[in-house]
């Protein structure tokens, strides 16, 4: 999934951004409100980690700007107000969770997938198409029953084909979901990926929708 992180401290911020990217999230890495609004305004993102403390622009106007364009996407707020005024107004503003600082990696991790999970509707979060099982919480990805080894691209690869089965995505969209900021994208990565999937769980898992992009076959209902 790809990340938008706000965060002002340059330490809190690098550490966030490593363990994110740990997490399988392709991180893009702002410091300051007017830099996230940009952002916001110019990229897909599948969650927003904001800190309300920021330059030129506050969090939380950051947060009801967002909102006022009535805009969905699930954000998280990393604070270190901590009053229960505070919370009260991060939530009023639109937050969908509140982490106040210090806080763990892990269960600022957890909490991100728990609302990635609500904005997609899934009240199961194993993911499952053609075979293969993704659990988001493990990471752990079977096919036909036995567990596939996948390096963080190849399972963030699969995972977005996976959120929406039986949809084809077009190169630039899976990208989307690979790089941040700043990554390098080699011209052919993305096949390279959906080679390396194919091998590892079965030729036919995805299939190639020429000139259209890459699918994998819902479950029939039966
Ligand atoms: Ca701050």
Known sequence: MRILLVEDDALLGD???????????????TRDGVSAETALATEEYAAVVLDLGLPRKDGL???????ARKRALP??????RDTVEDRIRGLDAGADDYLVKPFDLGELNARLRALLRRAGGRPAPVLAASG??????????????????????EYALLQALMQQPGRALSRAQLEQHLYAWGDEI???????????????LDAEAIRTLRGIGYVIARDSVT
């Open 61 to 67: 106007d950051v947060l009801r700007n967002l909102r």
């Open 186 to 200: 080699g011209s052919n990565t993305v096949e390279v990926y959906i080679h390396h999937l194919r091998r590892k």
């Open 75 to 80: 954000v998280l707020i990393l604070t270190a």
């Open 132 to 153: 293969i099982t993704l659990d988001p919480a493990s990471r752990i990805v079977e096919y036909r029953g036995k567990p596939v080894e996948l390096s963080s691209k």
């Open 15 to 29: 550490a966030l951004q490593a363990g994110l990217k740990q997490a399988g999230h392709a991180v893009d890495w």
